[in-house]
């Protein structure tokens, strides 16, 4: 299935598509809004390139990724939480003609290049769409076309950009469509930002099959009695997000079954899912089926999954990350072209249709991490998993990549950032671990000799500079300045000695 073919049978219907906040819109308005976004694309923008969404959960953003993928070209998410620069570097790199900004934010011509087109919200009201046009199918995306590219952390400082095409996503949906489920006209919670790859469930599954969208933005989640009394008022049915997200509400005694009367399902995704949440989830919801999905945003939202049932909680594994695709050939690799048994742990290689191509323009990167395996794309995930029986268990990372509240992150990314700071001499960022999760990163840092050393202003001074230069879920909570780094036998920073001296 394919979300703009299944909406097409939909375009008369006058269902409830998005809800956000006090606005709606319609099955039918969604699909005419689209069809004059699409229009205007084409009659407007001299090349094919990228189109960028700068936003978080505007009902009109979700029109615009439907019209660019009717016009024949990817979207690229970025949400507000990135800062102008990051904005900056990704138009750079998709030569973009177009940038829809809701962030509230006038962005600075400095930052663009100069043939970029720029439109705010009311200046998006304002265009003079064409009436009584329609869009040629033949203009939709196609198969091997790219229908979107997710940003991530890259380890040189860069964004590194993935690029997911249409059979990609058509394969993900005919994989996992059985454990994803569907109740037909019911609502489903719409949290997960859209630059973050789980977020493909609502969009591209739940909205293409019927469901309506409850959007929850990031001011609702900034405050928890708002958050609540739009969770009470959505009536939603399913739910997606990450752990982390869930288990910031757990805190709360009235997040139940009383607040979500309706809820039948909960997907979540992005890290570890710890017993402890899962085993206080089937006590608030015990009407409720508990889902645990994995996958690299490289092998398109989810490479495996599973329903998660009460006995595994007394089982002494971790929870499992379940099945692989079933489409998908898959291997676990402990030294270069040696295969794992069961229960042995290895870096988990996978070829599928849903592998994507590679890093967008960065063919040296590509040929690390992707190669070619029996007419399928495979993808080295830097995983380490093993098998139990039918079932995967996610072990770590084999490199310094982790996931913060759902967020892929490089680390090399943020000391790369921080270090063209101009005080900072070097730095190291550690994650600091709670029981089996990241609880959050702590920054070791040498500074200029000439800076008051440990003085709370130096630390601000250092946390400010860095938001305008990364995302602010990678900004760590904790900064510590430090007289030397500790070397190892190996002559390298040795990371562990840090944080036993300092935490």
Same mark, same amino acid.
């Given at each position: 299935?394919?979300?703009?073919?299944?909406?097409?049978?939909?375009?008369?219907?006058?269902?409830?598509?998005?809800?956000?906040? *006090? &606005?709606?819109?319609?099955?039918?308005?969604?699909?005419?809004?689209?069809? &004059?976004?699409?229009?205007?694309? *084409?009659?407007?923008?001299?090349?094919? *390139?990228?189109?960028?969404i700068y936003a978080n959960k505007e009902i009109e953003a979700t029109a615009i990724m439907l019209g660019t993928l009717k016009s024949g070209r990817a979207y690229v998410f970025v949400d507000t939480t990135f800062p102008q620069e990051r904005v900056g570097k990704i138009a750079k790199k998709t030569k973009a003609e177009i940038?829809?900004?809701?962030?509230?934010?006038?962005?600075?011509?400095?930052?663009?290049?100069?043939? !970029?087109?720029?439109i705010k919200p009311s200046e998006f009201e304002d265009i003079k769409f064409s009436e009584n046009k329609n869009i040629s199918e033949s203009e939709w995306v196609k198969g091997d076309d790219l229908s979107y590219i997710l940003f991530t952390s890259g380890s040189t400082g860069e964004p590194k950009g993935v690029g997911i095409t249409k059979n990609n996503i058509i394969n993900f949906i005919e994989g996992f469509k059985d454990i994803l489920e569907i109740d037909l006209? &019911?609502?489903?919670?719409?949290?997960?930002?859209?630059?973050?790859?789980?977020?493909?469930i609502q969009f591209y599954y739940y909205l293409a099959c019927g469901e309506t969208l409850f959007n929850i933005d990031s001011q609702m989640t900034a405050n928890i009695s708002e958050l609540f009394a739009y969770l009470n008022k959505s009536k939603a049915s399913s739910w997606v997000s990450t752990p982390s997200f869930i288990e910031m509400c757990v805190i709360y005694d009235e997040f139940n079954s009383d607040l979500l009367p309706n809820l039948s399902k909960i997907i979540l995704a992005g890290e570890v899912l710890t017993k402890k949440l899962a085993r206080e989830l089937f006590h608030r919801f015990p009407k409720a089926k508990i889902y645990n999905g994995y996958g690299p945003s490289e092998v398109t939202i989810f490479t495996s999954a599973c329903e998660i049932k009460p006995e595994m909680l007394e089982e002494d594994d971790n929870l499992p990350i379940g099945k692989v695709i079933k489409e998908a050939t898959y291997w676990l690799e402990k030294n270069e072209n040696c295969l794992?048994? *069961?229960?042995?742990?290895?870096?988990? !290689?996978?070829?599928?249709?849903?592998?994507?191509?590679?890093?967008?323009?960065q063919p040296e990167l590509t040929m690390k991490s992707f190669f070619e395996y029996k007419g399928k794309k495979a993808f080295r995930t830097k995983d380490l998993v093993y098998k139990k029986g039918d079932m995967l268990y996610f072990k770590g990372r084999t490199d310094f990549q982790i996931k913060l509240n759902g967020y892929r992150i490089e680390l090399e990314d943020i000391e790369c950032n921080m270090n063209k700071i101009d005080i900072v001499a070097k730095n190291i960022v550690l994650p600091i671990y709670k029981g089996e999760k990241i609880s959050y990163l702590h920054a070791f840092v040498l500074i200029d000799k000439k800076v008051k050393q440990n003085s709370l202003e130096t630390k601000l001074y250092i946390k400010n500079e860095l938001k305008k230069k990364i995302p602010s879920y990678m900004v760590p909570r904790k900064i510590t300045i430090l007289d030397k780094f500790p070397i190892n036998s190996n002559g390298k920073v040795d990371r562990k000695k840090i944080i036993m001296e300092n935490t």
């Open positions: 299935m394919w979300i703009l073919d299944e909406l097409k049978g939909m375009r008369e219907s006058d269902r409830i598509a998005i809800i956000h906040r *006090n &606005k709606t819109i319609t099955f039918k308005e969604l699909w005419l809004l689209s069809e &004059k976004i699409a229009i205007y694309h *084409n009659e407007e923008l001299k090349t094919k *390139n990228p189109i960028i940038i829809y900004n809701f962030s509230g934010t006038d962005l600075s011509e400095d930052a663009f290049n100069e043939y !970029i087109k720029i006209e &019911k609502v489903s919670l719409n949290q997960v930002s859209y630059s973050f790859d789980i977020s493909g794992t048994p *069961n229960s042995e742990e290895g870096e988990l !290689i996978v070829a599928s249709n849903s592998v994507c191509e590679g890093y967008y323009m």
